[in-house]
């Protein structure tokens, strides 16, 4: 089994910052690319960022500039930074994981998301 467990997100005003994490845990043997999606009030969910594990990193045209996603492959842990945040960005965030666990073989987990308001 393998778990994914979000922490960071909040109420924040407009131009403000978060910092979101996403840590891994269970019979991991390996991670490979890690990342966040997003899910706003209403819309689908969509790809913010992603990041390898060798570090090669993707953003969302809409994020460039503003978010940073890096990871720790010491801890399993993805982060999302997240600067001036604007109303638009309010959704509910969730990261994943692309894992190889030791019995079950390779498959991609989700956490189970963080609330991340910006209020105008």
């Known amino acids: 089994q393998v778990q994914l467990v979000e922490s960071g997100g909040g109420l924040v005003q407009t131009g403000g910052s978060l910092r979101l994490s996403c840590a891994a845990s269970?019979?991991?043997?390996?991670?490979?690319?890690m990342g966040w999606y997003r899910q706003p009030p209403g819309n689908q969910r969509e790809l913010v960022a992603t990041?390898?594990?060798?570090?090669?990193?993707n953003y969302a045209d809409s994020v460039k500039g503003r978010f940073t996603i890096s990871r720790d492959n010491t801890k399993n842990t993805v982060y999302l930074q997240m600067n001036s945040l604007q109303p638009g960005d309010t959704a509910v965030y969730y990261c994943?994981?692309?894992?190889?666990?030791?019995?079950?073989?390779?498959?991609?987990?989700w956490g189970r998301g963080t609330q991340v308001t910006v209020s105008s």
């Open positions: 994943y994981a692309d894992v190889w666990a030791v019995t079950v073989g390779f498959d991609r987990y």
């Open positions: 990041i390898s594990n060798t570090g090669s990193t």
């Open positions: 269970g019979s991991i043997f390996k991670i490979n690319v």
